[in-house]
Nanobody
Framework: QVQLVESGGGLVQAGDSLRLSCTAS????????MGWFRQAPGKEREFVAA????????DYADSVNGRFTISRDNAKNTVYLQMDSLKPEDTAVYYC?????????????????WGQGTQVAVSS
């Protein structure tokens, strides 16, 4: 069983940056595809970014492309989401997720493991 724990969220102003971390325990995630999703109040959870087990096939939602960067450090069993030029519309709870098949996918149903989420709030 894999446990995923997100950290790094907080309250920032528009234009600021944050780096979210997702650290796994229980077993290595080096063979997993990993993704980030977010859910704003009153909205459905949406895809943000994903990458394959080897760091390849990186994919971003159009709304964050060019501002967010997903990366991973398999030696640390950790995945990151660097968020730059934050906007108020980025306010949401951010979740990381792991896919045992190793692929990067936008489909939330494909992911086997989820973290509990970390809150990001961006003020204007």
């Amino acid at each position: 069983q894999v446990q995923l724990v997100e950290s790094g969220g907080g309250l920032v102003q528009a234009g600021d940056s944050l780096r979210l971390s997702c650290t796994a325990s229980g077993r290595t995630i080096s063979s997993y595809g990993m993704g980030w999703f977010r859910q704003a109040p009153g909205k459905e959870r949406e895809f943000v970014a994903a990458l394959m087990w080897d760091g390849g096939n990186v994919d971003y939602a159009d709304s964050v492309n060019g501002r967010f960067t997903i990366s991973r450090d398999n030696a640390k069993n950790t995945v990151y989401l660097q968020m730059d030029s934050l906007k108020p519309e980025d306010t949401a709870v951010y979740y990381c997720a792991g896919d045992r098949t190793g692929y990067a996918t936008r489909r939330s149903a494909a992911y086997d493991y989820w973290g509990q989420g970390t809150q990001v709030a961006v003020s204007s």
